[in-house]
């Protein structure tokens, strides 16, 4: 089975709507009369962003950069730590030691859990958005 490589188009609405300026991604889907309607996934830098219909995606690496490394809460450092469980899902978490999380996100893949964490943090404004 392939693994997910992007975010699919609904995940970066969402990500709009929660303020977030997604722009900057590094790939983009596209679709065309000569794809025959059908979106076709590119590398920014190697797609045409005339075409009308296109829309942003990020990576795995996107979202991990955009994460912060640590967060501040009333004076307690959080790090973040990124672990596969033994049971086969990805975990994200803000801790300050191994039985100490601030916040645990988990996902069957480490895209979609990246992507969880990435959401939580914007809702709690750990991440500036350009909404108010």
């Known amino acids: 089975m392939k693994s997910k490589q992007v975010l699919s188009i609904d995940q970066m609405k969402h990500l709009q709507e929660l303020g977030l300026d997604t722009s900057d991604a590094s790939m983009i889907f596209q679709r065309g009369s000569a794809t025959r309607h059908e979106w076709v996934l590119h590398v920014m830098g190697y797609a045409d962003i005339s075409l009308r219909e296109k829309e942003f995606t990020y990576t795995l690496q996107d979202i991990l950069s955009k994460l912060p490394r640590y967060i501040n809460d009333f004076g307690v450092m959080y790090k973040m730590c990124v672990e596969p469980l033994f049971s086969g899902p990805w975990a994200i978490s803000y801790q300050r030691g191994i039985s100490e999380p601030f916040i645990f996100k ?10 969880e964490m990435l959401c939580w943090c914007i809702e709690n404004r750990y991440i500036k958005t350009n909404q108010l």
């Open 106 to 115: 988990v996902a069957g893949n480490l895209l979609d859990v990246a992507y």
